[in-house]
């Protein structure tokens, strides 16, 4: 109980700060506030430190303390992080577009504009070269899905066609690890 009033509070002080920085059109000051703000709100969730930055049109978090951490970072300028894991390639030319990093895994959204069934195919390669079982597949007129694992490591790849107003072909990757 006394959490969840405590984040409903912090919730609420966040957004009145956010609509008083808009409404009051203080620019980059408005966001230096807005940024701190909520780099508390979220500090108190992950418990430790956490840092957001959001230069050049991409926002990125990392936090955590030293038993733990990750990042995520999203947005239009995202670039891959030192940790993301080898085995979980990314696709050639493809443009990351949302990433997540942590302990026992790593997540992404990449977009490219190659086809999506060249996308499947490259993935199935690329893991089946490396040993990795192919645990699991399925097509549907969304997308498709690809489910390896080895040891205690699995990675999932879907891989969904563009709509009718992209020409921009969009997978994940789910990576995991089981870490004892």
């Not at 050049?56 to 992080?81: L, Q, R, W, Y």
């Not at 195919?121 to 997308?143: C, D, I, R, V």
Request: aromatic fraction near 8%; glycine fraction near 12%; charged fraction near 20%.
């Amino acid at each position: 109980m006394y959490t969840k009033r405590k984040l409903t509070v912090a919730g609420i002080a966040l957004l009145a700060m956010l609509v008083f920085v808009f409404v009051s059109g203080c620019g980059s000051c408005g966001e230096k506030l807005a940024s701190e703000a909520l780099e508390r709100v979220a500090e108190q969730q992950a418990g430790g430190d956490v840092e957001i930055d959001s230069e050049g049109g991409t926002i990125t978090i990392s936090g955590g303390d030293e038993n733990s951490g990750g990042t995520m970072a999203f947005g239009e300028n995202v670039s891959m992080p030192s940790n993301w894991p080898p085995e979980a390639k990314i696709f050639d030319g493809a443009k990351p577009v949302m990433v997540m990093v942590g302990d026992d895994g790593a997540f992404g959204t990449f977009q490219t504009k190659a086809d999506a069934d060249k996308i499947s195919s490259f993935y199935e390669g690329h893991f089946k070269s490396q040993g990795w079982k192919l645990n699991g597949s399925m097509a549907t007129p969304m997308g498709k899905t690809l489910v390896f694992e080895q040891g205690d490591k699995n990675c999932t790849i879907t891989v969904s066609p563009a709509g009718n107003d992209s020409d921009q072909n969009t997978f994940t990757i789910t990576y995991a690890e089981e870490k004892s």
